[in-house]
């Protein structure tokens, strides 16, 4: 029984080291997705508190690298040895952005990249990921992403999606990143679709009382939501 899937996972805890819309949703279906097997080692990129990468290592015995940018890896790394999981995950902080970057890492050091609800924040330019991510993935390694985007084109109408894109946030259609990764090459698309758990992940975010949820009042409209979906891009690494 995996204690972090979102059925077995306490409300509690899981609200309380939520960053944005249910992560152990989100990565439940994508991992449907996935051919992982135990001993994998894997990249989880921007990976929060480590809900994520917690979910993966109980799942499929993978050894999983928690990067982030913005939760200190010394305190991953007490939740981590907290849930007695410390031996399967390796928390780091890393700015993906800038180098080193996985410079850290020799070549081909992973077997899979996953990154849930982070990569619009950093990696809508195919140039970063064939220049900065692809070379540490194996070749025929796994790409598997999870991003918060728009239903259709229309969906950009509404103002207050407007607004969203226009403060930098990376919200695009399927079609539209799947022209994106077109141009990659490095990377090819086996998957790009809307996720079924999406609006449920939503909604248990709005639930929890962290000062972010609360102040996510643009998608507690049930008009602005329908215009919003989560994303899932999976793919493999071609060298």
Known sequence: MNKFSPENCPKDYVYQNMMGPNVLRLTEELSRSLELWPG??????????????????????????????WIKADDNARRFAAAGMDNKLTPINLDISTSPGLGIFARDA?????????????????????????????????????????????????????SLIEGGMNLFTTDHWRSIWSRSQHLEVSQCRHMTSGRQAWLEWQECENEFAVADTVFRDE?????????????????
């Open 40 to 69: 994998m080692r894997i990249l989880d990129l921007g990976c929060g508190t480590g809900l994520s990468s917690m979910y993966l290592a109980s799942e499929f015995a993978v050894e999983v690298v928690a990067a982030d940018l």
């Open 110 to 162: 992973f077997d899979a990249i996953v990154s849930v609800n982070a990569w619009h924040y950093f990696g809508s330019d195919t140039h970063f990921f064939d220049r900065c991510i692809a070379p540490y993935i194996k070749n025929g390694g796994t790409v598997a992403i999870v991003v918060p985007g728009l239903r259709n084109s229309d969906a950009e109408t509404p103002p207050e999606i407007r």
């Open 223 to 239: 008009e602005i939501a329908k215009h919003l979906r989560f994303i899932q891009t999976i793919g493999q690494i071609i060298k």
